[in-house]
């Protein structure tokens, strides 16, 4: 038997610990700060290597690489990603790799020519740089301008008649020229990239669209977006490269430019549609400065689903 003291001293068992007080509702977590993002660039002619950031979209991108070199942002004509030549499916679009290497193409030596318009189409592709400067992207084989060995891909389209068209888009600038009437002669005031001792003008004489190489680098991009802050996001799926690249063609074949970066805002949009009908809506409201013809919106709507379909 137990005794009476151990019995007693059992049934005193210590008291549990209470529950703790609640705690006040924790604050929700901080955003993760974004990693800074830091690209090396060089002058496509040479120069040492410098380090930009903070940039959100083009006209931003040329005014860090103009502080790094000590240069006037107007200096910068185009620039492309991993390679200093006037590679034209190297340029830089709405689109970088986070690992990617920027070279920028400077101004060199002005130059004017004399055209006459003897057919309807020069044999010129327009693009702009996102920042005032429409350049030439292709020279189709056989064409008019193919002719004149004085014009080079990369050149930049300052003037038409003497009359200035920095600041204009590659659009206006295209139909300006397909507007000039033939058989008279006009005259193009062209700018030149600075180019490197090692470097030779490129003339590309292809009268189809060669498959836009790949540039970027890693899994993820900085897209840069001329209304809005730039976003890193995933690099584009097949189907999107691939709806790209065909939407990319018929700006071409329509309007005698290439925008990569137009292109891929295009095919976002449509994959918020169900319609061509409701698709084109939403480009009047996007795009609307472009003034699509109807027979251009159908037949770039067909593409996307062509790429679609393609893409499984």
Same mark, same amino acid.
């Given at each position: 038997?137990?005794s009476?003291a151990?019995?007693?001293?059992r049934?005193?068992?210590a008291p549990?610990?209470s529950a703790?007080?609640p705690?006040p ?7 993760r ?19 930009? +950031?903070?940039f ?10 103009a502080?790094a070199f000590?240069?006037a942002?107007t200096e910068?004509?185009f620039?492309?990603?991993?390679? /200093?030549k ?7 679009? *709405?689109?970088i $790799? &986070?690992?990617? !290497?920027i !070279?920028?193409?400077?101004r060199? +030596? ?5 055209v006459?318009k003897?057919e309807?189409?020069?044999g010129l592709?327009i693009?702009?740089?996102g920042? $005032?400067?429409?350049f030439i992207?292709?020279?189709k084989?056989g064409?008019?301008?193919?002719r @004149?060995?004085?014009?080079?891909v990369?050149? =930049?389209?300052?003037? @038409?008649?003497?009359h200035s @068209?920095v $600041?204009c ?7 300006m020229?397909r507007e &000039?009437?033939?058989?008279?002669p ?6 030149q ?7 030779i003008?490129?003339r ?6 060669p498959v836009?190489?790949?540039?970027t680098?890693?899994?993820e991009?900085?897209r840069?977006r ?10 584009p799926s097949?189907f +999107?490269?691939?709806a790209?690249r065909?939407?990319?063609?018929l ?5 005698? @430019?290439?925008?990569?970066?137009l292109a891929?805002?295009?095919?976002d ?5 169900? =319609?061509?009908q409701e !698709?084109? /809506? /939403?480009?009047d =409201?996007v795009?609307?400065? !472009?003034?699509f013809?109807?027979?251009?919106v159908v +037949?770039v709507w067909?593409a996307? $689903? ?5 893409c *499984?």
């Amino acid at each position: 038997m137990e005794s009476a003291a151990a019995q007693e001293t059992r049934g005193a068992e210590a008291p549990r610990p209470s529950a703790p007080p609640p705690s006040p509702a924790e604050p929700p977590a901080a955003p993760r700060a974004r990693p800074r993002l830091v690209f090396r660039t060089q002058l496509a002619h040479g120069s040492p290597t410098g380090k930009i +950031e903070g940039f959100t979209n083009v006209r931003e991108l040329y005014a860090k690489i103009a502080e790094a070199f000590g240069i006037a942002p107007t200096e910068i004509l185009f620039c492309t990603l991993n390679s /200093h030549k006037v590679d034209m499916q190297k340029l830089l679009g *709405g689109q970088i $790799g &986070l690992e990617d !290497f920027i !070279f920028a193409h400077v101004r060199g +030596e002005t130059k004017e020519v004399e055209v006459t318009k003897t057919e309807d189409a020069l044999g010129l592709t327009i693009t702009d740089n996102g920042a $005032g400067y429409a350049f030439i992207k292709r020279i189709k084989e056989g064409s008019i301008i193919n002719r @004149i060995q004085a014009v080079c891909v990369g050149d =930049s389209i300052e003037a @038409i008649n003497d009359h200035s @068209i920095v $600041g204009c888009r590659h659009y206006e600038v295209a139909k300006m020229l397909r507007e &000039l009437p033939k058989s008279q002669p006009f005259t193009l005031r062209l700018v030149q990239p600075k180019r490197a001792f090692d470097t030779i003008s490129q003339r590309t004489r292809s009268g189809k669209s060669p498959v836009e190489a790949k540039v970027t680098s890693g899994r993820e991009t900085l897209r840069l977006r001329s209304g809005g802050a730039a976003t890193v996001e995933e690099v584009p799926s097949e189907f +999107e490269e691939e709806a790209s690249r065909r939407v990319d063609d018929l700006l071409e074949s329509y309007m005698g @430019i290439r925008d990569p970066e137009l292109a891929s805002t295009m095919v976002d949009t449509s994959k918020k549609t169900q =319609s061509v009908q409701e !698709f084109a /809506h /939403h480009l009047d =409201s996007v795009l609307g400065e !472009f003034a699509f013809p109807d027979e251009f919106v159908v +037949e770039v709507w067909a593409a996307i $689903g062509e790429a679609r379909e393609a893409c *499984g």
